[in-house]
């Protein structure tokens, strides 16, 4: 998907979390789809990994990670037969991740979405707020938005959904999207400052998965 220059400079010097673009042969596809069990356990072990640390991402919980990576493969088993080929397979089953991340999201009563004002002049393409920051810093930080909001930026800074993409995938606006992107991404701003200004002549850019 398209994305500016100040998104694809961010997206250089970050390591997503998910690391989800990952080849998967056809034949192993074929056999997948046919319901061979050796072809899906290679799927499964070559996906596992990066499903569970988008899913932590996106949730901050271990626990609700652990079960949306349960489900998505479920998913994965009972609709690989659905997989046409007509964009890349590592695409298609992180689109299960998300979904079912965000449905949990949903679910879970005692996690209160923070609706932030929309606003149509919102800039959405600012810079992401961590290139300086140090991960103890930036888990941290991270932690400390409201759950939706958190998700939304790490599905436009790093995993490079689209406004419309996160809109349609949250049942929120586009305008919606973008402010929570900008203020969600101000807010992270002012949760590092402090880090940021002892930081800012030394530290070397980094976002990494180590959950």
């Known amino acids: 998907m398209p994305a500016t220059k100040s998104r694809a400079a961010a997206s250089d010097r970050l390591v997503s979390a998910s690391s989800f673009q990952i080849d998967v ?3 192993t596809l074929a056999r997948a789809r046919r319901g061979d ?5 290679q799927i499964y072990r070559a996906f596992e990994r990066p499903a569970y640390s988008l899913a932590l991402r996106l949730l901050g919980n271990v626990e609700n990670a652990r079960e949306v990576v349960h489900d998505a493969m479920l998913h994965l088993l009972e609709r690989i037969g659905q997989f ?7 695409g298609w089953l992180r689109q299960i991740v998300v979904n079912e991340a965000l ?7 005692g996690i209160a979405f923070e609706e932030l004002p929309e606003d149509d002049g919102t800039p959405s393409a600012e810079p992401a707020p961590w290139m300086l920051a140090d991960v103890a810093h930036l888990e941290s930080a ?3 938005l409201p759950p939706l909001t958190r998700s939304v930026l790490w599905l436009y800074h790093v995993e490079e959904y689209t406004h419309q993409e996160i809109a349609e995938m949250t049942g929120k606006s586009v305008s919606f999207s973008k402010s929570q992107v900008m203020r969600g991404s101000s807010r992270l701003r002012d949760l590092l400052d402090p880090a940021l200004s002892e930081l800012h002549e030394e530290a ?6 180590t959950a």
């Open 25 to 27: 042969p056809e034949t």
């Open 37 to 41: 069990l050796r072809a899906l356990e």
């Open 84 to 90: 046409r080929g007509d964009a890349p397979f590592w």
């Open 103 to 109: 449905m949990k999201l949903r679910r879970e009563r």
């Open 142 to 144: 991270l932690a400390r």
């Open 204 to 209: 070397a850019p980094c976002l990494t998965a």
